[in-house]
């Protein structure tokens, strides 16, 4: 069905593409979503363009930096050029043109998050992805919160509790990415968020240095090998673990060094743990225990995380599919979403999701035209 593009009146819904570049190194999501930037959200279609060899490895060689030289400015151009292929794959999958669409929300790809010394960056040319798709951009959507004493994320949680509105309460949603975070939901929209502990990320890193894999496919690994609970254990002192929420995490504040003794299957066996683990531990800061809980993200294709989730959970786990979302798209959704609730001037973090003082806008106007 055709429709015309929105002239941004805050009652009727905008249509928005949204796009995520995940810690996991995985590829751009893309999803295109109808929104008022309140209650009213229809998902339409989606997609995953999935990174080169070349483009990950770009990627993987600039995490953590903190200067913008010209190897990270050559980063960014080719990464901004992959997510406006992907707008263009999804307008053609979608049968949609450019003049239909009213905002682009664009997350970029962190490069390094330190909220404790005010530093939040994700790289992604706003500028340049809205003159190649004619279509506006919304970026930089950490820095506003950051810079007002927040921690800078997790950003999602006003979108999963306005997707989650006929869902019992209290509910918590699982972002199982490279980074595990989690928001948990109670009556009347009450909302906390925090970053539990790394998600996929030190499994992933563990399989490329061992196995020459990107990933422990279907915890296929992880389910042939043993968790050493000594190992965990230590990997469980970690000082994140003592902090009260809000919090967030880079993706590389964890390491594997403890675990470089054990052989690859019982090195993935206990990574593995530790990430159900770090969740567990996040148990004694919800306001009170969920009645259900959600995975999102690609760490609920592990079955092996997924079963060590249950177990120190004491609860089952079970994917946002069973509630009828679509976990592959949730995040890029979420940005979609949020750069409406951007153009509206409507708050995108919360004292309960980053700490910040006060309800927060953010995100930064790259106009089609400009």
């Given at each position: ?195 539990t502990g790394p998600g996929n990320a030190l499994i992933d890193d563990w399989m490329r240095a ?161």
């Open positions: 069905m055709m429709m015309t593009k929105n002239t941004g009146s805050e009652g009727e819904p905008a249509l928005a593409v949204g796009l995520m570049s995940g810690t996991s190194l995985d590829g751009v999501d893309a999803a295109l979503v109808s929104t008022d930037g309140k209650r009213q959200i229809e998902t339409l279609g989606w997609l995953t363009l999935p990174y080169d060899a070349t483009l990950r490895e770009q990627l993987r060689s600039v995490l953590g930096a903190s200067e913008y030289t010209d190897g990270v400015k050559s980063v960014e151009h080719a990464l901004t050029l992959a997510h406006v292929e992907a707008v263009l794959m999804l307008l053609a999958q979608e049968s949609r043109t450019a003049t239909e669409i009213d905002v682009i929300g664009l997350h970029g790809h962190t490069l390094l998050h330190r909220p404790d010394a005010g530093c939040t960056w994700q790289i992604g040319d706003g500028a340049l992805l809205a003159s190649k798709t004619n279509i506006d951009v919304v970026a930089d959507f950490r820095s506003a919160d950051v810079a007002a004493g927040g921690e800078g994320a997790p950003l999602a949680p006003v979108f999963h509790a306005a997707l989650s509105g006929e869902l019992a309460r209290p509910v918590a949603i699982l972002n199982l990415g490279g980074v595990a975070n989690v928001t948990w939901i109670g009556a009347d929209d009450a909302l906390m968020s925090f970053d061992r196995e020459d894999r990107p990933q422990d496919a279907d915890g296929r690994l992880a389910l042939t090998g043993s968790v050493n609970e000594d190992v965990l254990e230590g990997l469980l002192q970690h000082f994140y673990f003592e902090r009260p929420p809000p919090k967030s995490l880079d993706r590389n504040d964890f390491d594997a060094t403890l675990v470089r003794d054990l052989s690859s299957a019982d090195g993935a066996a206990t990574l593995t743990a530790f990430s159900a683990a770090a969740v567990a531990n996040g148990l004694q800061y919800l306001p009170e225990a969920p009645q259900r809980w959600l995975a999102t993200g690609g760490g609920r294709h592990n079955p092996a995380l997924m079963k060590a989730l249950a177990d120190r959970l004491g609860s089952p786990v079970a994917p946002v599919e069973s509630v009828g979302w679509n976990g592959d798209a949730l995040e890029a959704q979420a940005f979609a979403y949020l750069a409406v609730r951007s153009q509206r001037q409507l708050p995108l973090t919360f004292t309960g999701t980053t700490g910040v003082t006060s309800p927060t806008c953010g995100g930064r106007l790259f106009a089609a035209g400009g």
